[in-house]
């Protein structure tokens, strides 16, 4: 329906996303503020409305403010390892444990407490309120036609009033953020999380103000972005810890000696020393991205570095992440899961751009920091605590669910779990 550039080589992908960025800033993702305000968020916002907003949430995701966070995200992966305990007891494992399942429920926990302080209880709760509506989320509002239409035709989809996200999982986080803030307001109640920064950045009767719309439509982009994501990346490396049993019992290894380090507890300092660890999970990031691509707006004609092309103003740039990643010249049998492909050598002799799951430059990932650490400390305390094999039900080639938004099992993960 309309002309695409698809990039296939790296140096120019770096000067798309990183040198020449100023010409590239736009996803030219769809959103309808008016009608749907949680969908303007900074993943969708383009133009100067990103760049501002960029500006004032980058602070939200110092080393310190992370740090401040993830006390919260130490004591829910304790409550994992206490309910996956219980769920051995009462679990046939001929099938095995419907890993992808807990997983969402603990990146819900962890993302609805970092994000609102709420106390979700996902884990010990797979019915609560919050289950049900991140499942939604993980949904499309339309089919794929409607979808398809607003993303070609922007303008007139936003006078036809069309709305991306799900209106109950709307309704749900404009009423939770309303009634947070409000009450915070009220009391002066001070919590370690990451409205909590958002309410901090208002500026009263300034034109830089965020309105309570904002608040909602960032601290929902956190919360989506962090529990499918998150969840799905545990899920597959679960799966693949399970195959690869030697990869399992070294990350296993590493775990125990610097927990042993720390006084037994996964520190935020003992985290930043998981580096094996870290490994697995950018393997895993390589053969599962949770999307296929990324994609940049052309602002102005782009002429091609040593080349008499031009690419078009508003031409979509399509960069292929997965082509890229499974490139067995990059990757040499780009099907078997390795992570020392990720040690500092490795990484230093690649392309910077060959690894491209948060993205690269001025418009990569605000949270990947975090992200990676509610991810490993999951992860630690599973492996420390827990051996996990194929049972009969694993799905072994994996194939992957084609009517869900990110990546994720066709058939979910299950797998055989032995208590340590």
């Not at 798309?16 to 769809?30: A, P, R, S």
């Not at 609805?112 to 499309?140: D, H, M, Q, R, W």
Request: glycine share 4%.
């Amino acid at each position: 329906m309309r002309k695409m550039v698809m990039l296939l080589d790296l140096d120019l992908i770096q000067d798309i996303l990183v040198k020449d960025f100023g010409n590239f800033t736009d996803h030219g993702y769809y959103c309808n503020e008016k009608d749907d305000p949680v969908s303007a968020h900074l993943l969708n916002l383009d133009g100067v409305r990103w760049k501002t907003m960029r500006a004032k949430l980058t602070p939200a995701f110092t080393s310190g403010k992370i740090k401040f966070m993830l006390t919260s995200v130490v004591d829910i992966a304790n409550q994992l390892v206490n309910v996956l305990e219980e769920t051995l007891s009462s679990t046939n494992m001929d099938d095995g444990v419907h890993c992808d399942d807990l997983m969402l429920r603990y990146t819900t926990d962890v993302t609805g407490s970092v994000a609102f302080g709420l106390n979700c209880n996902s884990l010990k709760n797979p019915e609560s309120k919050l289950t049900e509506i991140t499942k939604k989320g993980c949904s499309y509002r339309h089919s794929m036609p409607v979808m398809s239409f607003m993303l070609l035709f922007p303008k007139l989809s936003r006078k036809l009033g069309l709305k991306a996200v799900v209106e109950e999982v709307s309704q749900f986080f404009l009423r939770v953020v309303r009634e947070t803030v409000e009450f915070r307001d009220r009391t002066g109640e001070q919590r370690k999380d990451f409205l909590n920064i958002l309410m901090e950045l208002r500026k009263p009767n300034t034109v830089d103000n965020l309105t309570m719309d904002e608040i909602t439509a960032q601290a929902f982009l956190f919360f989506a972005a962090g529990y499918e994501t998150s969840s799905s990346v545990l899920s597959f490396c679960l799966y693949e810890l399970a195959l690869n049993q030697d990869i399992q019992d070294k990350a296993r290894r590493e775990i125990n000696e610097i927990i042993a380090q720390h006084d037994g507890k996964s520190t935020y300092e003992a985290v930043k020393e998981m580096k094996y660890l870290l490994q697995v999970m950018h393997e895993t990031m390589r053969m599962y991205s949770v999307g296929p691509f990324l994609s940049r707006k052309t602002a102005e004609d782009y002429i091609v570095s040593n080349t008499n092309y031009v690419i078009e103003k508003g031409t979509t740039v399509i960069i292929p992440m997965d082509a890229i990643h499974y490139d067995p010249d990059i990757y040499p049998n780009p099907d078997q899961f390795d992570p020392e492909r990720f040690t500092k050598t490795e990484v230093e002799n690649r392309h910077p751009m060959a690894w491209l799951d948060f993205s690269r430059g001025p418009r990569a990932c605000i949270g990947s920091r975090f992200a990676e650490f509610q991810v490993l400390i999951g992860l630690s305390s599973l492996i420390k605590n827990f051996r996990f094999s194929p049972s009969q039900k694993t799905q072994i080639p994996m194939k992957f669910n084609m009517y869900k938004l990110l990546r994720g099992p066709e058939k979910g993960v299950y797998l055989k779990v032995e208590k340590l």
